[in-house]
């Protein structure tokens, strides 16, 4: 009856998402209200069981993902994405274009946004493949892939924040696991089929970069130095590598982690105080781009565009929350241990399913990570790189045959002036191709690791 229950819940979230166009926020709040209530959740403790899950998610994903929104606004604002590209591809050349565009869009992307992202680079795209020629998709496709990539494995992006919380994954792991995983995923599958895509598909210069009417080159009187924009980038990497470095060490008995020097060192490398000192260094270092008001009012702007997401993801651990607390959890992961089925391989398939039925990445993210999160819990013996891996292998079925009801797909079709049977046959298909090949890298890594 609970697995009854927890279908039922499921299909009603679509059919409100899909059919009658109610918000994911809402429409999870109702599914988990009305998944407590059937499943004999005591009146009294029903409330405070939503307020939990919303709440403890959102303590984890608001602050990383308000930190990262305005440490992007900021790089956006200046210029720093022009800069970047600029000078990647004088050091690069012509004929490896696409690929510093799609380093640039890498780097871009570990602090903002899939769609702000795209939306920032592709004038300086356009302007590219306008300058070398041949096909736009040459250099769109490695650009847009990266920024997806990013977007569905990295923490500060709200999808692998919520789904590792939820799961219990070390933040400053997830990190490192996630680059490991997203840069081969981003040669394989965006890089290299881009330049294949390129090659078969002639796709011209939309007409409104070339009529200059809505995408126009950015102007940008005084651009930050690409010195100031790379440490922007890596130095909340470098943080987080601080904290994972000296925990390894300290398990490893090399050093005493109970020294108050190796915990502070430790604190500075936790993935919150790495992106709040990361945000410092950065209005520091464009303060001469930017007087002090105005990065103020930068960094207010950033915070609103985010706030769907975050409530978004919010609600997906409320609804996992009542998930665990009803005993759906337990009741599945019975049922998948009778399948046979490793837990990577059915965290993998539901977020697919998922993600096909009702398009959004986020949604199908956080939502398989509260079904399967008792799952992991009963699991024995799993280590915090299995749960790394876990969540990679949520984030890729997540990521995987993006179609007419995911809004990345009409973002990326109407900007590239594409029909939709062309967005299919590229976009659909490099973002299946970034969802296999990551969840393979996943898949090999828990066995190894």
Request: net charge neutral; proline share 4%.
């Amino acid at each position: 009856m609970l697995i009854l229950i927890m279908v039922a819940a499921v299909l009603l979230l679509l059919l409100l998402i899909m059919k009658f166009r109610v918000h994911a926020f809402v429409a999870l709040i109702i599914v988990s209200l009305l998944t407590a209530l059937a499943t004999g959740i005591p009146a009294d403790k029903i409330l405070p069981t939503l307020l939990s899950g919303f709440g403890n998610t959102l303590a984890a994903v608001a602050l990383l993902v308000g930190l990262g929104a305005m440490i992007g606004r900021l790089l956006e604002i200046t210029g720093g994405a022009k800069v970047l590209a600029d000078t990647l591809i004088n050091k690069f050349g012509e004929q490896k274009a696409p690929f510093a565009l799609g380093v640039a869009s890498l780097l871009f992307g570990f602090p903002i946004f899939f769609d702000a992202g795209l939306v920032v680079m592709l004038p300086i795209i356009f302007s590219v493949a306008k300058q070398f020629g041949g096909s736009t998709l040459r250099y769109a496709l490695p650009a847009a892939g990266a920024f997806a990539v990013m977007h569905a494995f990295l923490p500060p992006h709200p999808g692998p924040v919520a789904s590792g919380d939820i799961l219990g994954a070390n933040m400053g792991l997830l990190v490192i696991i996630g680059l490991i995983c997203a840069i081969p995923t981003w040669y394989i599958a965006a890089y290299l089929f881009g330049i294949y895509s390129g090659k078969k598909i002639k796709l011209e210069l939309p007409k409104a970069f070339l009529n200059d009417n809505a995408i126009s080159e950015m102007a940008v009187q005084n651009p930050p130095s690409f010195n100031h924009v790379l440490l922007i980038l890596l130095l909340p990497i470098c943080l987080i590598l601080l904290d994972t470095g000296l925990n390894t060490l300290s398990v490893a008995k090399v050093i005493d982690g109970s020294q108050p020097w190796v915990a502070g060192l430790r604190l500075l490398g936790k993935t919150p105080i790495a992106l709040l000192i990361t945000l410092i260094v950065a209005i520091f270092l464009l303060k001469d781009q930017r007087s002090y008001e105005q990065i103020e009012k930068i960094c207010d702007n950033a915070l609103g565009p985010i706030c769907a997401i975050v409530l978004v993801t919010g609600a997906g651990g409320m609804f996992g929350g009542v998930l665990r607390a009803s005993g759906i959890g337990n009741e599945l992961s019975a049922m998948l241990s009778d399948t046979g089925l490793p837990v990577i391989v059915a965290a993998f398939i539901i977020a697919l399913a998922l993600r096909v039925a009702q398009g959004s990445a986020t949604v199908a993210l956080t939502t398989a990570s509260a079904l399967i999160a008792p799952t992991v819990a009963a699991t024995s013996g799993l280590s915090q790189f299995d749960l790394c891996f876990i969540v990679i292998a949520i984030a890729s079925g997540a990521t995987a045959l993006s179609h007419v009801n995911d809004s990345g797909f009409w973002l990326v079709s109407r900007f590239l002036e594409m029909d939709e049977k062309t967005t299919l046959k590229t976009w659909t298909v490099m973002e299946t191709l970034i969802g296999v090949v990551g969840f393979t890298i996943a898949g090999i890594g828990s066995i190894l690791l």
